[in-house]
């Protein structure tokens, strides 16, 4: 990859409520860990662990503190606000980005306390946050290097009920999908981005894309976030071991679901604190 990243991370979640969105993706299926609060922001999170990847979902814990605007999106609405992506390291990344013009911003180290019961452990990170006047259809992107990876996971924390194991896709809805393909070459390397009938497709690892669509591509295929404008991030895609089994967690836990003619399964942005989840067969 020219921008030295290796896959998703994790996508990050806004949402107005931590308990309210926490007991919401329980219902989900999700197994949630202990809650994360970061150390040199006033931001929090729950984070869903899976063997190579995870979601987060980040609220304020104290807005006295810096939330590097988070306070601005959750001002207009909860969803996906940015994509965390796989580095080969921070240093790197941020060398080779700075020289294709991306404007990055230099490497920062971020730690948080992840407040177990019996005591905090610190993991810690280091960021490189992309530019979102250049790569807009990002949004508040950015590349994370973990430098005590050994802390975020334990085995009963990545068996889920819903059956999850990691994530397959993100999509994007752009106004013209041919416009990202120059910016998103930089990142990804131009054999990584294909255009598809449906938009543009980029490979950012062997078992993950992210897609870009045009509102009218989004319509058609229910990956619209109503009432927003693009760009923004509006789908994550997951692997499950088994639809059927996502689905009898579901519906058992009250959550309305739609399933599509692939045989996956679609949950609304209502459900799911203004993202869209779509489940999927390994």
């Known amino acids: 990859m020219p921008a030295a990243i290796k896959g998703i991370d994790h996508p990050v979640i806004a949402v107005r409520d931590m308990e309210e969105a926490r007991g919401r993706y329980a219902r989900l299926g ?32 104290d807005p006295a503190r810096y939330t590097h605007d988070l306070d601005k999106f959750l001002a207009v609405r909860e969803g996906l ?17 700075s020289a294709a013009g991306l404007n990055p911003a230099p490497p920062r180290e971020l730690t948080r306390n992840f407040e177990h019961p019996e005591g905090f452990t610190k993991p810690s990170f280091r960021l490189v946050f992309l530019d979102p006047k250049k790569t807009p259809e990002l949004m508040a992107s950015l590349a994370c290097e973990h430098l005590t990876p050994d802390l975020i996971r334990r085995p009963d924390w990545l068996n889920h009920p819903n059956g999850v194991t990691g994530i397959a896709s993100m999509t994007s809805v752009v106004e013209d999908p041919n416009a990202v393909i120059e ?9 990584n981005v294909a255009r598809k009938d449906s938009g543009v497709s980029v490979r950012v690892s062997l078992s993950a894309t992210v897609r870009f669509i045009s509102p ?12 927003v404008k693009p760009p923004y991030l509006s789908s994550i895609t997951l692997r499950c071991g088994s639809v059927s089994g996502t689905a009898a967690v579901l519906k058992a836990n009250g959550i309305p679901f739609d399933t599509a003619a692939d045989g996956g399964i679609r949950v609304g942005p209502t459900e799911a604190c203004g993202t869209i989840l779509r489940f999927i067969g390994r």
């Open 30 to 61: 999700f197994t949630i860990p202990p809650r994360g609060s970061h150390i040199q922001w006033g931001t929090g999170n729950w984070c869903m662990m899976f063997p190579d990847d995870y979601l987060e979902l980040r609220g304020i814990v």
């Open 81 to 97: 606000m940015g994509i965390a992506f796989a580095p080969e390291s921070a240093d790197k990344t941020y060398t080779l980005a």
């Open 183 to 191: 910016n998103q070459g930089k990142l990804f390397g131009a054999n």
């Open 216 to 227: 009218a591509e989004a319509s058609e295929q229910d990956e619209a976030i109503p009432g």
